[in-house]
């Protein structure tokens, strides 16, 4: 079964930026397009980014387009989420999650939950004055 672990979140003030990490273990990532979901209180889980497993294309929600950059280190099965100019409307818990096996696994879709699986615990993200 893939683990995933994200790690990096914490308390920003409004226009700082923070680097959040997934790393994997007992499977390595390069099999899997990894996406970023976060989930604000009272709020559905949203999409945020997604990036094929070579890294070669990637898809981000509007709200974060432009602020946010989603890369990948297979040596390493880490992906990482920069995330610049960070807004009060950021806060929430932000998930990592593997596409689900498939003969397209290693492709970005789009930002459906119902096509990712093998979810992280989470970390939360603050931005806050």
């Known amino acids: 079964q893939l683990q995933l672990v994200e790690s990096g979140g914490g308390l920003v003030q409004p226009g700082g930026s923070l680097r959040l990490s997934c790393a994997a273990s007992k499977f390595t990532l390069d099999y899997y397009a990894i996406a970023w979901f976060r989930q604000a209180p009272g709020k559905e889980r949203e999409g945020v980014s997604c990036?094929?497993?070579?890294?070669?294309?990637?898809n981000y929600a509007d709200s974060v387009k432009g602020r946010f950059t989603i890369s990948r280190d297979n040596a390493t099965n880490t992906v990482y989420l920069q995330m610049n100019s960070l807004k009060p409307e950021d806060t929430a818990v932000y998930y990592c999650?593997?596409?689900?096996?498939?003969?397209?696994?290693?492709?970005?879709?789009?930002?459906?939950?119902?096509?990712?699986?093998?979810w992280g615990q989470g970390t939360q993200v603050t931005v806050s004055s």
């Open positions: 990036i094929s497993s070579s890294g070669s294309s990637t």
């Open positions: 999650a593997a596409k689900k096996p498939s003969l397209l696994s290693r492709l970005c879709a789009g930002l459906s939950l119902a096509d990712f699986g093998s």
